[in-house]
């Protein structure tokens, strides 16, 4: 059962996908034409799952589910997995890779690998100050709060020393 992601409690969870480019407009299109579809049919065990989504940046789809009104399963999990490989898919597009790290140079966001990051802060590319995106965390109060935070205030501080 979608709702719009703004209509969705703080205490909702989240999963953010980040992708290895920019989306278009048309795959942004798309991409909310079929998460739409998807959401409104997303259920658990039978039972309506209240959802949403919201793109940002061109380049992070986050997906939403209040489990104040029906918590979500394995079963509903794996499905918006799927929901995901089917975008990247059709898209040829990675949403999955979690040793893409993005962060902030000014407006433009950069997505390195992991041990690129690595060598970005031993140059001094990156800095304790510089913005990153926690894509661990697991709440819409969180994302609206704690995604888009300097790399001192995010896990990313343990490649800071």
């Not at 040793?99 to 304790?128: A, H, P, Q, R, Y």
């Amino acid at each position: 059962m979608f709702t719009e992601y703004k209509n969705l409690p703080d205490h909702s969870r989240v999963w953010i996908y980040q992708a290895d480019r920019e989306f278009t407009q048309e795959e942004i299109e798309l991409i909310s034409a079929k998460a739409l579809l998807f959401i409104d049919n997303w259920t658990r065990h039978g039972d309506d799952l209240k959802g949403s989504f919201t793109i940002k940046y061109s380049q992070f789809l986050v997906l939403a589910v209040d489990e104040g009104f029906n918590n979500v399963s394995g079963c509903s999990i794996d499905s918006s997995v799927h929901f995901v490989q089917e975008i990247e898919k059709e898209l040829n597009i990675d949403l999955m890779d979690k040793m893409n790290i993005s962060f902030k140079d000014g407006e433009n966001i950069n997505i390195v690998k992991l041990s690129d990051f690595k060598k970005f802060v031993d140059d001094k590319k990156i800095t304790s100050n510089t913005i990153v995106f926690n894509n661990m965390i697991n709440t819409k109060e969180d994302f609206e709060t704690k995604w888009e935070v300097p790399a001192n205030e995010s896990w990313h501080k343990r490649f800071l020393v």
